[in-house]
């Protein structure tokens, strides 16, 4: 009977045991992949350069997170973007291993770095990482970080051209939005009005700057800087789409547009100066602050207007991730790259202003509360439109934007454009035949 009676209270203590054995059994399965995570990459350190901006500061202020999942340290350094350019060039030249993962301008450095080797391609991390969703990524953005045939870089940030315009001005002459730039310019004519400080248009005329706001121009009117390896600055499509952005800046630009980079332009507009500007979307905070634009409740946002190929704005990667080639870590640097570019982290680094190149966020509520109604639609619609580049596609990027803007300042100055072409196309063909030579 006593024997009974223990062997009784015995069982529930046993039971209770075995389930506390079973749950902690169950929670260590569920810690096995971060555990797993946290011991792969353990007292390994990796060095990050990063440009300053909202995506910048979200990696830094989620790295605690990132670092105690996979047991790698991070070391963040984050420079201004012309310390950046510097530090990387002197870095990458000498063959240092430091950094493990860096920050670049793809349609500026992507070219010239592959071509020296320094970027490692990315091809094959992306194709063993079910878990990244890398189709996510919109195609033209992940066309400025490819080259010739090969993924180098991971889209961090993005901008599209879009058309800003005056909603009170076009209400009041009893304007539809411009869909075309048939359109566009016909509206610029009839709102263009100096004598009391209202012009029809503005956009970049610095020689340089003015290129990659130019090229939506060109391509909505079914041309293009080159094809392939043969300059196309002076086939009949390219000249007219020049010719539309020299119309609207000579005609009903303001004075000294020529000297204008994009912080002069928006400048012009944001103060109610212009009807119409058309620059970069990851911008329009300088047209849409309160603080900074009296005109902010007035602004609109409207898709690239159609030339005779249609509405085809520039959708490129402003700034992208990529490996150092001479890294020691690459698995820990992809592991890095992976987070950073993930949809969470691009869904933090967006809600702080900072456009992704993931559709699934900018399709997400969460992912586009921070920015205007109109503009959203806007980018999507860009997004599908758009194509992955800007500007020359040629090593000696900063050369050839120069004697792409300098047609265009021709032809503010009254010059023929077409002459200016033909010497322009001759100067851009042999930019190509020499780097391709090096």
Known sequence: MK????????????????????TACMGNNDNASDQAGAAKFAD???????????????????????????????????????????????????????????????????????KNGWIQPLDEYVRKDADYDFDDFSKSAIDSTTDKGKLLSIPLSTEQQILYYRK???????????????????????????????????????????????????????????HGDKAALNTSETIRGISRYVNLLKNYGPPGVMNMGWPQAMGVFAQGKAAFYTDASAIYSGAADPEKSPIADKVGYAMFPAGQAGARPFNITAWGLAINAASDNKDAAWSFIHWATSKDLVMRSQQKGNPGARNSVWNDPQGVSGFPQQYIAVINESIKA?????????????????????????????????EAATKANADFQDIIDRDNKK
């Open 3 to 22: 024997f009974q009676q223990i062997r009784r209270s015995a069982l529930p203590v046993c039971f209770a045991f075995l389930i506390c054995a079973l």
């Open 44 to 114: 390994q350190t990796i060095r990050v350069y990063m440009g300053r901006g909202p995506a910048a500061e979200v990696i830094k202020a989620s790295l605690p997170e990132f670092e105690s999942q996979t047991g790698l340290k991070v070391d963040l350094q984050i420079f201004s973007n012309e310390q950046l350019s510097t530090k990387l060039s002197v870095q990458l030249a000498a063959d240092s291993s430091n950094p493990d993962v860096l920050m670049l301008r793809p349609l500026e450095e992507l070219k010239l770095f592959h």
């Open 168 to 226: 009170d001005l076009l209400q009041q002459a009893g304007l539809p939005v411009p869909r075309t730039l048939d359109e566009l310019e016909d509206a610029a004519k009839k709102l263009h009005d100096p004598p009391n400080g209202m012009y029809g248009f503005v956009a970049r005329g610095q020689k340089n700057a003015l290129v990659t706001q130019l090229s939506s121009f060109i391509y909505s009117e079914g041309g293009d800087f080159q």
């Open 386 to 418: 758009g194509v992955g580049h800007d500007r020359p596609q040629v090593i000696s990027v900063g050369e050839a934007r120069d004697i792409v803007g300098d047609m265009v300042i021709k032809g503010l100055l009254g010059e023929d454009l077409k």
